[in-house]
C-alpha cells in the first residue's frame, strides 16, 4: 500500500511538473521579473520539499533572485524531461484501460487498423493484451514514478538551495525581529502585571487597611458596640479574600502554580477540562520538560482552547502533545468555522511570540470553513 501511495504521489508530482514547465515557457515574459520569478521558484522549492519531507523554509523567506532565474531554464528542461515519459505511461494506461476495449466494441467491420489487429486479430486477442499492457505500464509506474519524482525534486532544491551565509543572515534577521517583538511584549507584560496590582491588589488592601482603622477607632471609642465591630471586621475579612483571589490570578499569568504542584501533563488536563467546547487530549511521552517550555506550552494551549470556545463555533477539539528527541510537538485542532489570523486579534499573535522567544515555530492552518489546526515545534533539549 505504501509503495502503490509512493508511485501515485510520483506520478502527480511529475505531471505536475510537466504542466508548471510549460506554464513557465508560456508565462517566460513575466517570470524574468525578479519578484514574480522568487515566488514561482517558492512555490516549487515548497512542493519539492514536501515530496521529500525536508524542513520548510520560514514563512516569507524566498530563494535569491539570481537561483530563481537559473532555476526557470532549468525547471522547464526538467520538467519536459521528467513529466513527458509519466505522460506516456499514464496515457498508454488510461487508452489500453477504456479506449482499446471501446475500439472493438463499437467501430465498424471496416475501421482503420491497428497494430493489435494486425497482429493477431480477434476478441481473444484484445481481452488478452490489453489487460497485460496495462499490467506491463502500472509496474514501469510503480517501479519508476517515485525514484524520477525524487530525482526532479532534489534537482529542484539543488538549484534553489540557500548558501550558507545567506541561511545565516536570514537567521540573523529573523531572530532581531523576535528579539524586538519579544522585548515588547515583555516590557507590555510588566505594565499589565503593574496595572493589574495597582488598580486591583493593592486597592483592595488599602480599602482592608481603612475598614481595619474605622474598626479599631469603633473598638476605642464604643468596646460594647459589637455589632458595629463585627460588621467592619466582616468587610474587612471578605476584602482580603477578594484581594488573596486577584493576587492569585496576576500570579497564575506569570508563571501557573499548577506546573510546579502537578506538571506539564496535569495542567494540561485541567485547562482541556475547563474549556468550554469538549476536548479530546492525547499526551505522548514527554520525559522531563524545561520550565520555560512547559509555560509556553500552558499558556499557548490555553489560548488557543479560549479562542476555540470564543470564536470558532466548534463543537469539538483535540490537542496532542509528543516529543521526539529534543523536539516537543504541540498540535491543537478544532472543527470550528475556520479563518483564524493572527493579524486580526491579540491571541495567535501572543502564542507566536511566545513561540518564537524560545526558537519555536508555529503553523496556522485555517481555511475558511475549518477546520484549525495550530501547529507548534518547540526546543526541549
Given at each position: 500500500?505504501?509503495?502503490?501511495q509512493?508511485?501515485?504521489?510520483?506520478g502527480?508530482?511529475l505531471l505536475?511538473?510537466?504542466?508548471s514547465?510549460?506554464?513557465?515557457?508560456?508565462?517566460l515574459?513575466?517570470?524574468?521579473?525578479?519578484?514574480?520569478?522568487?515566488?514561482w521558484a517558492?512555490r516549487?522549492?515548497?512542493?519539492?520539499?514536501?515530496?521529500?519531507?525536508?524542513?520548510?523554509?520560514?514563512?516569507?523567506?524566498?530563494?535569491a533572485?539570481?537561483?530563481?532565474?537559473?532555476?526557470l531554464?532549468?525547471?522547464?528542461?526538467?520538467?519536459?524531461?521528467f513529466?513527458?515519459?509519466a505522460?506516456?505511461?499514464?496515457g498508454?494506461?488510461?487508452?489500453a484501460?477504456?479506449?482499446?476495449?471501446?475500439?472493438?466494441?463499437?467501430?465498424?467491420?471496416?475501421?482503420p487498423?491497428?497494430?493489435?489487429?494486425v497482429a493477431?486479430?480477434?476478441?481473444?486477442?484484445?481481452l488478452?493484451?490489453?489487460?497485460?499492457?496495462?499490467?506491463?505500464?502500472?509496474?514501469?509506474?510503480?517501479?519508476?514514478?517515485?525514484?524520477?519524482?525524487?530525482?526532479h525534486?532534489?534537482?529542484?532544491?539543488?538549484?534553489?538551495?540557500?548558501p550558507?551565509?545567506?541561511?545565516l543572515a536570514?537567521?540573523?534577521?529573523e531572530?532581531?525581529?523576535?528579539?524586538?517583538?519579544?522585548?515588547?511584549a515583555?516590557?507590555a507584560e510588566?505594565?499589565?502585571?503593574?496595572?493589574d496590582?495597582?488598580?486591583?491588589t493593592?486597592a483592595?488592601l488599602?480599602?482592608?487597611?481603612?475598614?481595619?482603622?474605622?474598626?479599631?477607632?469603633a473598638?476605642?471609642?464604643?468596646p460594647?458596640?459589637d455589632?458595629?465591630?463585627?460588621?467592619?471586621?466582616r468587610d474587612a475579612?471578605e476584602?482580603?479574600?477578594?484581594a488573596?483571589?486577584?493576587?492569585?490570578?496576576?500570579i497564575?499569568?506569570?508563571?501557573p502554580?499548577?506546573?510546579?504542584?502537578?506538571?506539564?501533563?496535569g495542567?494540561?488536563?485541567?485547562?482541556?477540562?475547563?474549556?468550554?467546547?469538549p476536548?479530546r487530549l492525547?499526551?505522548?511521552?514527554?520525559?522531563?520538560?524545561p520550565?520555560?517550555?512547559?509555560?509556553?506550552?500552558?499558556?499557548?494551549?490555553a489560548?488557543?482552547?479560549?479562542?476555540?470556545a470564543?470564536?470558532s463555533?466548534?463543537?469539538?477539539?483535540g490537542v496532542?502533545?509528543?516529543?521526539?528527541?529534543?523536539?516537543?510537538?504541540?498540535v491543537?485542532?478544532?472543527?470550528?468555522?475556520?479563518?483564524?489570523?493572527?493579524r486580526?486579534?491579540?491571541?495567535?499573535?501572543?502564542i507566536?511570540?511566545?513561540?518564537?522567544?524560545?526558537?519555536g515555530?508555529?503553523?496556522v492552518?485555517?481555511?475558511?470553513g475549518?477546520?484549525?489546526?495550530?501547529?507548534?515545534?518547540l526546543?526541549?533539549?
Open positions: 500500500m505504501a509503495g502503490t509512493q508511485a501515485w504521489r510520483g502527480v508530482y505536475g511538473s510537466l504542466l514547465g510549460v506554464a513557465t515557457v508560456l508565462g515574459p513575466l517570470l524574468w521579473h525578479p519578484r514574480l520569478a522568487r515566488l517558492r516549487h522549492r515548497d512542493r519539492a520539499g514536501r515530496l521529500l519531507g525536508t524542513p520548510p523554509a520560514p514563512p516569507g523567506v524566498l530563494p533572485t539570481s537561483r530563481a532565474l537559473l532555476w531554464p532549468v525547471h522547464v528542461v526538467c520538467g519536459l524531461a513529466g513527458l515519459p505522460l506516456l505511461c499514464a498508454n494506461i488510461v487508452v484501460l477504456i479506449a482499446t476495449p471501446l475500439w472493438w466494441a463499437f467501430t465498424p467491420p471496416e475501421r487498423r491497428l497494430f493489435i489487429d493477431v486479430p480477434g476478441w481473444a486477442t484484445a488478452t493484451l490489453g489487460p497485460l499492457q496495462i499490467v506491463l505500464l502500472a509496474a514501469v509506474a510503480y517501479l519508476a514514478f517515485p525514484p524520477l519524482a525524487r530525482a525534486a532534489r534537482i529542484g532544491l539543488a538549484v534553489l538551495a540557500y550558507a551565509d545567506e541561511r536570514e537567521r540573523v534577521a531572530l532581531t525581529r523576535t528579539r524586538a517583538d519579544v522585548l515588547d515583555h516590557g510588566l505594565r499589565r502585571i503593574e496595572r496590582l495597582h488598580d486591583g493593592q483592595r488599602v480599602a482592608i487597611a481603612m475598614r481595619l482603622a474605622v474598626a479599631r477607632q473598638f476605642a471609642e464604643h460594647r458596640d455589632k458595629l465591630v463585627e460588621e467592619l471586621l475579612h476584602g482580603t479574600e477578594e488573596m483571589t486577584e493576587l492569585r490570578e496576576v497564575r499569568t506569570v508563571y502554580p499548577i506546573l510546579a504542584d502537578r506538571g506539564l501533563a495542567a494540561l488536563t485541567a485547562v482541556t477540562t475547563r474549556c468550554g467546547v476536548v492525547d499526551l505522548g511521552d514527554l520525559e522531563r520538560v520550565a520555560a517550555v512547559e509555560a509556553v506550552v500552558y499558556f499557548a494551549v489560548e488557543a482552547l479560549t479562542n476555540v470564543k470564536h463555533e466548534a463543537t469539538a477539539a496532542r502533545v509528543g516529543r521526539t528527541a529534543d523536539r516537543l510537538s504541540v491543537v485542532t478544532d472543527d470550528g468555522s475556520g479563518g483564524a489570523d493572527d486580526r486579534g491579540t491571541g495567535l499573535a501572543g507566536r511570540r511566545r513561540v518564537l522567544a524560545i526558537d515555530t508555529v503553523a492552518d485555517s481555511p475558511a475549518g477546520p484549525t489546526t495550530i501547529t507548534l515545534e526546543p526541549c533539549g
